[in-house]
Every structure is written in structure tokens, then in C-alpha cells.
């Protein structure tokens, strides 16, 4: 069990490993697609602000300890929310797939966490903040789906970072 546990988790954060979540999404794609289900299926992507400055200055061992203070964020913001995963996509990138959830309930979500994770403060790198894509699910690939998040974050950080901006 604990093998199985830890090849779809990413040992820092506890969170699933971007295969696993990638794995998930492109699942929960699918099931739409074969069983004609009607739901909703979104995506955020998160991403640290200015996270390199943070291990620049105050070395990784911090840096380590941003990323699972916002892991612990995003697990405690959306443990009660159903139909929710939460992954690690890569560095301080996170995705997490709503796969019942219309893209204004990820919004508020989105916005619980942005809120969140800006009120923790760490002793040596102080208060952090992250930026956040939203979009919901059309009729599509998941590549195309991940470009869209994608592009919603790159929005958001392009529009002064700690915020969350949602792209249609």
C-alpha cells in the first residue's frame, strides 16, 4: 500500500505527482466524453510569486518549506470540497482538477486559497503570495485545457501577480 501510495505522490508536498494528475484530469475527460456525464470539470493552476527570489535569498531549505506551507493551504482550503484533486505540477507550479464544479465555484476557491496562503508568514521569507488560473472544461483535449489554465496564470502574474484571473 505505501509503494502504490508513493509512486502517485510527490514526497515533499504529499500531494499527487503531476503523472497522477495528469492522469486524473485526462480520466475525468474522458468519462465525460464515453459516458456523455454532463459535468462540470475545472482546473486551477497556482503558481508561487516570485519564488525564486525566495530561494535566491533564503535558500532552498525555506523554499522547501514555502511549497509545503502552501500544500498544507491547499489541502485544508479545499478538504471539503468533493470531486477535488490536488497535484504538484512541477517547481512551485500546482494544478488542481474540480471534476463537479462549475468555473465560479473554482473561483472561489481559487480566491479561499490566494487568501489563504497570503496570510501564513514565514520567519525567514516573511509573507508569500501566489497567482492563480482558472478555466472549466469544453468539449477538448486536456493538452488544450492545460494551455488554457495555463495562459489564465501567465495572466494573472502579467496583471501584478496575487491574484486570480479566470479564462473562458
Known amino acids: 500500500m505505501r509503494l502504490a501510495l508513493s509512486s502517485v505522490t510527490d514526497g515533499l508536498t504529499r500531494l499527487y505527482n503531476r503523472a497522477e494528475i495528469e492522469r486524473r484530469i485526462r480520466s475525468a475527460l474522458d468519462k465525460r466524453k464515453s459516458q456523455g456525464v454532463c459535468n462540470n470539470i475545472s482546473l486551477i493552476m497556482l503558481d508561487i510569486d516570485n519564488f525564486k527570489r525566495v530561494n535566491d535569498i ?62 501564513v508568514s514565514y520567519e525567514t521569507a516573511g509573507c508569500q503570495t501566489v497567482s492563480i488560473g482558472v478555466t472549466q472544461a469544453k468539449e477538448e483535449t486536456a493538452d488544450t485545457l492545460y494551455n488554457r489554465v495555463d495562459k489564465a496564470l501567465y495572466m494573472a502574474k502579467a496583471a501584478g501577480k496575487n491574484q486570480v484571473v479566470r479564462l473562458d
Open 58 to 119: 533564503y535558500g532552498h531549505k525555506e523554499g522547501d518549506h514555502v511549497i509545503q506551507a502552501l500544500s498544507d493551504v491547499l489541502r485544508d482550503t479545499a478538504a471539503e470540497v468533493p470531486s477535488c484533486f490536488l497535484g504538484r505540477w512541477g517547481g512551485e507550479e500546482f494544478m488542481i482538477l474540480l471534476s463537479d464544479s462549475t468555473a465560479e465555484d473554482a473561483v472561489a476557491l481559487a480566491e479561499k486559497i490566494r487568501v489563504a496562503f497570503a496570510s
